[in-house]
């Protein structure tokens, strides 16, 4: 198989690299398996890409070993930031291009995916001007010493990345990673592996030198788990499930006791309250849900309603989601895609019908849409308890649960009523009210009258289960650097 395909999409027809990106080049895997990715509107084969395996994982360690111990020490922070200025002008350039792949390799609305574009070349530029802005502290020990602290570069990161948001995803590791002075090895979700490869062509052209990033396409059972116990990889990030979060830890552990990150799953709570401005909350509850077909981690699917406006809220918001175009998502006008594989598809189905047994209500939805690609129609369920499987587990799809509450109180309790904590809502005109409850909320992001609106400023993450560390804004470079103490003696010996 050839290293390059010729792809047409509605949009562009464009040259997609197919082979693993390591040390500046396109190149087969060393046992030369290879595995399809499809187009989820269609069902059917876009291509087939290269497949690592663990020889192909150790081949990119080795590179970016040699990289970060070798030229990429020698580059200074300015030029760092210089690199992924322009890296992040040339995602503005391809912006079509990439969104494109988005669009045909994940689903997602095209108009949505140039969002994501916009969003990642955002954040490559962010962490540019980071790069020469991280320093330590010099500390008043004693008149006799000198005492400073150093933020060093971890080293080698392995970075996994999920599917729901590709290219996005490949921005938000790679940005603070390389800011801090890392070399990276990054797998792209099976799934959706053509976005991140073309990226990487982009890599060479910013000017990058060889071995500080590397891109795999594979398997999270081989290459994942080759990344998460590779003795020679310092530090890991890994965006998914919590089930799978739990299995990186552990191989971490294992392994050479890597730094660790995980940005996980979330059951998140978008709490209405009576005095809320109802068409406002309608509508940003409409968006946290069914935004990217409900596939995103911090979705506000369980939607909380105090009694006394529950049922009007309910019938308003039936009809907003009704209004969602489901669709082609090359079309301009689509805001629902189909989900991500059949995998997904089916497991989303399960959900709902697990739902329909418990005794929930499907007040909309709950049923697949057309009959082809993996469609599912916005899915509001009512009369839902917070112990009900469907308010509990994240199904990861255009699914929300909404349950009534009676006062603050109560709807803090079932706000806090899972392992989850990646985020929560709050909308209430009261300004008492919004600071009370978000701060009683166990999340690591709250939105207030708003849902969805992260910005790479700030930073990201969750409490219990929802994940380890904070991705976005300066925090997250506290995941890539190592502090240093240095103790300089100016007077004469004591002893």
Same mark, same amino acid.
């Given at each position: 198989m050839?290293?390059?395909?010729t ?12 082979? &693993? ?6 190149v087969?895997?060393?046992d030369?398996?290879t595995? /399809? ?9 876009i ?6 395996s ?14 970060f111990?070798?030229p990429?020490?020698?580059?200074? !922070? ?10 992040s ?14 669009? &045909? ?78 070399? @990276?090895?990054?797998?792209?979700? /099976?799934?959706t592996? &053509? ?6 062509? &982009? ?9 500080v990033?590397n891109?795999?396409s594979?398997f999270?059972?081989v ?8 003795? *020679? ?9 919590t089930l ?5 830890l552990?191989?971490?552990a294992?392994?050479n ?7 996980l799953g ?5 709490i209405?309250?009576?005095?809320? *401005?109802?068409d406002?909350?309608i509508?940003?509850?409409n ?26 809220? @309910? ?41 329909k047994? /418990?005794g ?6 709950? /049923? ?8 599912i ?20 799809? !255009? ?15 079932i ?44 930073p ?36």
């Amino acid at each position: 198989m050839s290293l390059y395909t010729t792809i047409k999409t509605p949009n562009v027809t464009y040259e997609q690299p197919l082979g &693993l990106f390591i040390n500046n080049e396109f190149v087969k895997g060393v046992d030369g398996r290879t595995f /399809e990715t499809l187009n989820p509107t269609t069902e059917k084969p876009i291509t087939s890409v290269y497949e690592a395996s663990e020889k192909d994982v150790d081949i990119a360690v080795k590179a970016a070993r040699e990289a970060f111990e070798g030229p990429w020490k020698k580059v200074t !922070p300015s030029d760092r930031g210089r690199m992924l200025t322009k890296l992040s002008e040339l995602f503005e350039r391809d912006m079509e291009t990439l969104a494109s792949i988005e669009a &045909l390799d994940n689903g997602k609305a095209v108009t949505m995916a140039k969002v994501d574009i916009a969003n990642a070349a955002g954040c490559l530029r962010y962490y540019g001007g980071w790069a020469d802005k991280i320093t330590g502290q010099t500390i008043d020990t004693n008149s006799e010493t000198l005492s400073y602290t150093r933020h060093e570069p971890v080293g080698v990161c392995g970075q996994i990345i999920p599917w729901n948001f590709p290219i996005l995803m490949w921005a938000w590791k790679i940005g603070p990673a390389i800011a801090a002075g890392n070399t @990276v090895i990054i797998k792209t979700a /099976e799934q959706t592996p &053509l976005s991140g490869l073309y990226a990487s062509k &982009l890599i060479v052209e910013a000017g990058f030198p060889p071995g500080v990033i590397n891109v795999i396409s594979g398997f999270g059972r081989v290459a994942g788990a080759a990344i998460s116990s590779h003795m *020679d990889i310092d530090k890991i990030a890994f965006t998914g499930s919590t089930l799978v979060g739990r299995m990186i830890l552990q191989a971490a552990a294992k392994s050479n006791l890597k730094k660790v990150t995980l940005e996980l799953g979330g059951k998140s709570p978008n709490i209405v309250f009576e005095d809320a *401005d109802i068409d406002n909350a309608i509508s940003w509850a409409n968006f946290g849900i069914f935004f990217n077909h409900g596939q995103c981690c911090c979705a506000g699917s369980r939607l909380l309603v105090q009694e006394s406006i529950h049922d009007k809220f @309910v019938a308003r918001f039936k009809e907003r989601a009704a209004q969602n175009k489901l669709g082609n998502p090359f079309e301009g006008d689509t805001f629902q895609g189909p989900q991500v594989s059949q995998l997904q598809f089916d497991r989303i189905m399960e959900y709902i019908n697990h739902g329909k047994k /418990e005794g929930a209500t499907v007040a909309f939805g709950g /049923e697949r849409h057309g009959t082809e690609g993996y469609f599912i129609q916005p899915t509001v369920f009512t009369d839902v308890t917070p112990d009900m499987k469907i308010a509990q587990e994240e199904i990861f799809g !255009p699914v929300i649960a909404v349950t009534k509450f009676k006062d603050e109180a109560d709807a803090i309790r079932i706000g806090n009523g899972t392992n989850y904590g990646l985020a929560a809502a709050v909308h209430t005109k009261n300004i008492n009210t919004a600071i009370r409850v978000s701060n009683a909320l166990k999340a690591g992001t709250v939105w207030i009258n708003n849902y969805n609106m992260i910005s790479y400023q700030a930073p990201f993450g969750g409490f219990k289960e929802s994940g380890i560390g904070r991705e976005l804004g300066s925090y997250a470079l506290e995941n890539y650097t190592q502090v240093k103490t240095v103790h300089y003696r100016l007077g004469d010996a004591l002893f």
